[in-house]
């Protein structure tokens, strides 16, 4: 059945049953507004907005997965500050040929990002218009630690990834040429574009090691660490060799590997700096070394173009 011949009562119905509850949540949805646990004292709360045809288009993805990359893009950004996401809210446009079944769908993909990290789904909106448009805002704990800011990096650290690099740009490439993925690392990019899936538990464990900053790449890694070392008042200088483990990832017949690597966002991978004496434990590699100056460098050679998405480009 179609959105536009059930009331939102009704749709909320079918909806509502498949959001997660999550640890913190004292009220769910169904009233003027939830009520959230806030255990630390302080949150932290981000927003961020898909729109089809920019960030998604339903003939590349599932409902599921649509629901899946919401939930992951505004849940990196809550790992990134080192806390743990603690509810969500999710207001959606939809247009009215949409069935009743892709919103139930959209809720599991909710569902496969906030369950595993104990995340509620609170509460949101419904509205109709002509394209589907995605809003979600989500809170986070610190349970107790300082929240890590991009503007912490300092000369000496070592800069670490969590996470994958260009797997979501190569998925992008094998879809935009309406290619089915042919071997299993092709499968797992067009898997990571069309539904990231962020390493959240390390948001805060990176937070506990000591890291001086951190945020997650959704832009490109040029790009983004050139917003963190301008933050800091340092410079990024990457190593090459050590990027080769992300090239390892990519699918083989990936075109300019190391430009995906370092440009490619959306993967929602953690980019941090930790102090440089420190052993990284699984799951973390280095990158390269915050130095004095500024800018991004490649094995010492300045990186001058953007190096990354551009929004309004
Ligand atoms: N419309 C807005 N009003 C206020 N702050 C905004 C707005 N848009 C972006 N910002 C802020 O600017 C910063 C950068 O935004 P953005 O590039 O979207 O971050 P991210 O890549 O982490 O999602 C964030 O701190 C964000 O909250
Ligand atoms: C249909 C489609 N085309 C292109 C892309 C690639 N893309 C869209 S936005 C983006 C970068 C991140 O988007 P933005 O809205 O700037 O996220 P933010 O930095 O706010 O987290 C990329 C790589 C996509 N996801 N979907
Ligand atoms: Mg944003």
Known sequence: MRISEVDEAALLGAFVPH??????????????????????????????????????KCEWSTPRQIGARAAAQNLADVAAMGA????????????????????VEFA????????????????????????????????GDLRGQTAVVRSGAKVGDQIVVAGTLGMSSCGLEIVSQGASP???????????????????????ELAKLGAHA???????????ARRMGKASGVAMALESAELEYFSSLLPSNCT????????????????????????????LRAVGTVKVGEGVYLDGELIS?????ESYR
Request: some cysteine; hydrophobic content about 40%; charged content about 20%.
């Open 19 to 56: 959001l997660p509850k999550g640890r913190q949540t004292l009220l769910g949805p169904g009233d003027d507004c939830a009520v959230l646990r806030a255990p630390d004292s302080r949150y932290v709360v981000t927003t961020d907005m898909l729109v089809e045809g920019s960030h998604f």
């Open 84 to 103: 743990f996401p603690t509810g969500i809210v999710c207001s959606l446009c939809l247009r009215e040929d949409l069935q009743v079944d892709w919103l």
């Open 108 to 139: 599991k993909g909710l569902a496969d990002r906030c369950g595993p990290a104990g995340c509620g789904v609170v509460g949101g909106d419904l509205t109709r218009g002509p394209a589907i448009a995605i809003s979600i805002t989500a809170f």
């Open 182 to 204: 042919a071997d299993p690392a092709e499968a797992e990019s067009v898997s990571i574009f069309l539904a990231p899936k962020p390493p959240l538990h390390m948001g805060p």
């Open 214 to 224: 951190m945020m997650d790449v959704s832009d490109g890694l040029v790009k983004d």
């Open 256 to 283: 300019r590997p190391l430009d995906k690597i370092l440009t490619g966002g959306e993967d929602h991978a953690l980019l941090a700096t930790l102090p440089k004496e420190l052993q990284l434990p699984e799951g």
């Open 305 to 309: 173009a953007s190096g990354g998405w």
